[in-house]
């Protein structure tokens, strides 16, 4: 129990003092026999004070009181509340630090470094901005769709830090393996844009319009002598391929219209715990407003939380046709480039479909040159 003190009574006849001071109304939370003579109590310090001047008038022996429970844990933590309040002081500014970031950090970003830097100042990505400020998905595909020739962005905690990696697009390896022997065939359909030989007999010229398997250089040489030679088929057959990509973007959208009908409710929050008095509103559809003000500061992490919840009715509703097909074409041109990173485009261009059903289908679509020689494995 909270607030009790414990000490030792002696003498003859125990029983009969405390019959006695329980008619005077002390009362005791634990009575315990040690010897025939010796009693251990436990009471309050009010009760102890009445018990011992009690005690002490007909004669008997009462130690000194020892805290216990709370008592004792309380007269423990007063002769170190130097030390004590300092930890609370130290976890409470830990807690308020995290909260935001100190440290922003570009890694493998390479030639794209000064543009990626300047990409988040424009979006007030910086040391001291809150980190529930931060969307690190929304900011990795903003960086993404910036930088069509980047393999790929990822963005991360890393305690206080933020840090964005980025990997640079790696050339492919050569097309014709120059180990072996054999011919160099076509990977894929496309017309000839130009063949040029290092080893072998070329079988195709420019304008030729080949097949997947195709044979384009073939293994073999004639010698001064007039004789076929087997050799290792070497050189760059470069074709024009077409390559198509398509994304599909919905022509409605839901909107919501507010009914009329708002819940404000009060939250008391600290970062262990939250407390609210009433409960949020039954909405099937609502939208949530949010504000916070400190209550504490940075000394105590306390905060007092107003949210607000508006129902709204949801519908769908036709979007601006023109919009649409702009962020399909957006789209579209950015899985585009990703397909053909490597490649040296001579044209671009975008087809819209009819719509079907809600969604519209935008197909972007590239003149590429590429080098389509290969040993068959």
């Not at 007999?201 to 040489?221: M, N, R, S």
């Not at 009433?278 to 099937?284: I, K, Q, S, V």
Request: net charge neutral.
């Amino acid at each position: 129990m909270s607030g009790q003190v414990q000490f030792h009574a002696k003498g003859l006849g125990m029983e009969k003092l405390l019959n006695e001071a329980r008619k005077q109304g002390i009362s005791f939370s634990r009575v315990k026999r040690e010897k025939s003579r010796s009693l251990l109590l436990r009471c309050s310090p009010k009760d102890y004070a009445a018990f011992r001047a009690l005690a002490e008038e007909k004669g008997y022996e009462v130690s000194e009181a020892q805290p216990v429970g709370f008592l004792r844990l309380e007269k423990r933590l007063g002769k170190r509340i130097g030390l004590w309040a300092g930890a609370l002081i130290a976890l409470g500014l830990l807690i308020w630090a995290l909260g935001y970031v100190w440290d922003v950090r570009v890694e493998n970003a390479g030639a794209y470094l000064g543009e990626v830097r300047s990409f988040l100042e424009e979006q007030g990505v910086r040391p001291g901005i809150r980190r529930s400020a931060v969307s690190l998905s929304a900011l990795r595909d903003k960086l993404a769709w910036r930088l069509p020739k980047v393999k790929w962005v990822r963005t991360e905690w890393e305690g206080v830090s933020l840090v964005v990696r980025l990997e640079e697009g790696v050339p492919p390896p050569d097309t014709v393996s120059y180990e072996g022997s054999g011919d160099v065939v076509a990977a894929a359909d496309g017309l000839i844009h130009r063949v040029t030989t290092y080893a072998g007999t070329p079988l195709v010229k420019a304008g030729d319009f080949v097949k997947a398997g195709q044979t384009l250089i073939k293994g073999e040489e004639r010698g001064k002598d007039n004789a076929v030679h087997p050799v290792q088929a070497r050189g760059e057959v470069i074709a024009r391929q077409w390559i198509s990509v398509a994304a599909r973007v919905p022509v409605t959208e839901t909107v919501s219209e507010p009914t009329g009908r708002e819940t404000a409710l009060r939250v008391i929050e600290t970062p262990f715990f939250a407390w609210c008095r009433e409960e949020e509103p039954d909405y099937l559809t609502s939208d949530r407003d949010r504000k916070t003000v400190p209550l504490g500061g940075a000394w105590l992490p306390v905060w007092l939380a107003r949210e607000t919840f508006s129902e709204v009715a949801l519908r769908e509703q036709d979007r601006d046709l023109e919009e649409v097909k702009r962020e399909g074409a957006e789209a579209a041109v950015f899985r585009l480039n990703q397909a053909v990173i490597y490649d040296e485009t001579v044209d671009k261009w975008i087809n819209f479909s009819m719509i079907e059903g809600d969604n519209i289908t935008v197909t972007a679509t590239a003149e590429v040159l590429r080098d389509i020689g290969r040993h068959p494995q």
